[in-house]
């Protein structure tokens, strides 16, 4: 029986020092709660995405800054969303000029309905079992069984056409 030789276990040496300054964190914070994405964010920082990715998971103070920019980004859209499914007013200050040219400022509040889009948006995203599209929804009972089927036909049309008439 051959021996296999095997080569001594040499360790790597450490690559270059990390170039993470912690001044980053607060500026990933703000770069973040603007809406920036995690690409973004590398890209202003001068890195690449996996860099940043491995500076999060080093750095707590990173990771934390970066995920609480984004939550509280997140909550404002989602109250904002959450405002344009229900409807909201809010005050405003018109200006008027008469044909003299004194200028009237006059307090008032706009009310701004609730709109469809942004409510089916809302319930398929917090409620998908109760509010996905029909389409995605089975059938109650057994597709295959036709006695599963059934048809509502107003029993007054059926009299009209004299469809079934005695």
């Not at 029986?1 to 964190?25: C, E, F, H, N």
């Not at 089916?120 to 089975?138: G, V, Y």
Request: charged share 30%; net charge positive.
């Amino acid at each position: 029986m051959s021996r296999v030789k095997t080569q001594p276990i040499t360790r790597r040496t450490p690559g270059p020092k990390s170039k993470y300054d912690p001044v980053l964190a607060p500026l990933g914070y703000k770069l973040a709660l603007l809406g920036a994405t995690t690409e973004q964010i590398a890209d202003v920082f001068g890195i690449d995405e996996r860099t940043l990715r491995r500076w999060q998971s080093n750095n707590p103070e990173l990771d934390t800054a970066i995920r609480a920019g984004k939550d509280e980004a997140d909550a404002k859209v989602a109250h904002s969303l959450y405002r344009r499914a229900v409807g909201f007013k809010r005050k405003s200050e018109k200006i008027f000029c008469s044909k003299d040219g004194n200028v009237t400022r006059a307090e008032c509040t706009d009310y701004y309905p609730p709109d469809t889009t942004a409510c089916i948006f809302w319930l398929k995203n917090r409620r998908p079992e109760q509010w996905r599209d029909a389409a995605n929804k089975a059938p109650p009972g057994d597709p295959a069984d036709a006695s599963a089927v059934q048809l509502f036909i107003d029993p007054a049309l059926l009299r009209m056409s004299g469809v079934g008439a005695a």
